[in-house]
């Protein structure tokens, strides 16, 4: 784990290696998404069509495979 310091204007430092590891470069986007009692900083693709394409490639539909996790979450 990484820590960082708030600066008196709200701003934070990503350390070298998150931002190496992520390639996050001077001028990018990110996203800070609050969950309650997390908050996340995800990194806005500068191709957001082809990363993202693909990833609901499956036989069965979208509605049934969350209609059968639902069920799976409400069994456990």
Known sequence: M???TVSKKGRVL???VIR?????KKG???NIVDYG???SLI???KDG????AGIFNSKK???KLLLEDRKKEIGR
Do not use: A, G, H
Request: charged fraction near 20%.
């Open 2 to 4: 990484k820590t960082t």
């Open 14 to 16: 990503i350390p070298k």
């Open 20 to 24: 190496e590891k992520y390639n996050i």
């Open 28 to 30: 990018d986007r990110v």
């Open 37 to 39: 009692n997390v908050i």
């Open 43 to 45: 990194p806005i693709s």
């Open 49 to 52: 069509i082809n990363t993202s």
């Open 61 to 63: 539909s979208l509605t």
